[in-house]
Each structure stands twice: as structure tokens, then as C-alpha cells.
């Protein structure tokens, strides 16, 4: 059966799990998939394409959070939560998809697309933009944090944190 891009990508997340981010290379993965280095280049790009596609993977269930009948603050804190945890729940979560974003990789717009569209009608898109990066940069700092150390705040001072910026946000524009 040939080898899929999910395949891979499946892979890589299950090896950056057990070995984290400074033991994933392209070498360890093609041993796992019993192929070629080649083979794999066929799927991924670069290892850089492939460490895009493992943040998106790690991404996916904050891409995913809908409306719902929430209001823009209580979406932007389902946000957050649903953030951290999908950082949380793989080994250096945080840290690949910090680097992703840093490279621009396409899972950045996936995550920028996933801003709702329902805020109130005197923020521009460069305000929205600002308020959605303050959150979603606290909660990968926090994360980043979190998987550095083996002492972490937890979520309860996550979340009086994550409520507190909010809050703030809200406040400035005095809604």
C-alpha cells in the first residue's frame, strides 16, 4: 500500500510524542515508516513543511471551535482553552507551532481564519487581529512555559489569566 501524507504526518507526530522536537529528524521518521528518505520527500517539502503540518495537526482542534451561539469574548476564551490543550497534549506542542508561526507556515492562516466574524461592528480587522494574537500568544507563552519545567501554575491560574486578558480587552473598548 503506498504511503499518504496523513501517514506521515501521523508518524512524525507519534515520534515527536515519545522523542520530542530535538530527536524528530527526517532519519528517525524514515526508519519508523520503513522507507526511503526519498519516499518521504515525495509527501513533505522540507523538514520545515513537515514540522508545518505536524502544527497543524497539533492545531486542529482549536481550528475547529465554532460560534455556536457564543458570543466574540466567550468564543475567544473557548479559544484558549481549547488552544492550551491541544498544545498540551503533545510533547513540545508549543514549541512547534511557535516555530511554525514564526516561518509563516500555512497553518498560521488556518489559524487566523478561525477568528469569528461576529465582533462588535466598531472593530476593524487590525484591531481583531490584535486582540486574537494577545490570546493566542499568552496561551503558547503560558504552554511554553508549562512544557519547559516541571512546575507548572495550572489551569486554574491559566484561566483566571486567560479571563483577566479578556477583560482587559473588554475594558479598553469599554464593552
Known sequence: MPLSRDQVIDAAVELLNEVGLEKLTTRALTDR???????????????????????ERICRPSLSVEADGRTSWEWLREF????????????????IVAQA?????????R??????????DELDED????????VASYVAGFVLQEQAG??????????????TIILGIRTELGV
Open 33 to 55: 515508516l520503513g522507507v526511503q528518505r526519498g519516499a518521504l520527500y515525495w509527501h513533505v517539502k522540507s523538514k520545515d513543511d513537515l514540522l508545518g503540518a505536524i502544527a
Open 80 to 95: 484558549g482553552l481549547v488552544y492550551r490543550r491541544s498544545l498540551l497534549a503533545h510533547r513540545d506542542g508549543a514549541r
Open 101 to 109: 508561526i514564526a516561518r509563516n507556515a500555512p497553518m498560521v492562516v
Open 111 to 120: 489559524l487566523e481564519e478561525t477568528r469569528p466574524t461576529f465582533w462588535p
Open 127 to 134: 484591531t481583531v487581529d490584535r486582540y486574537f494574537d494577545i
Open 150 to 163: 516541571p512546575e507548572s501554575p495550572g489551569e486554574a491560574a491559566f484561566t483566571a489569566s486567560l479571563d
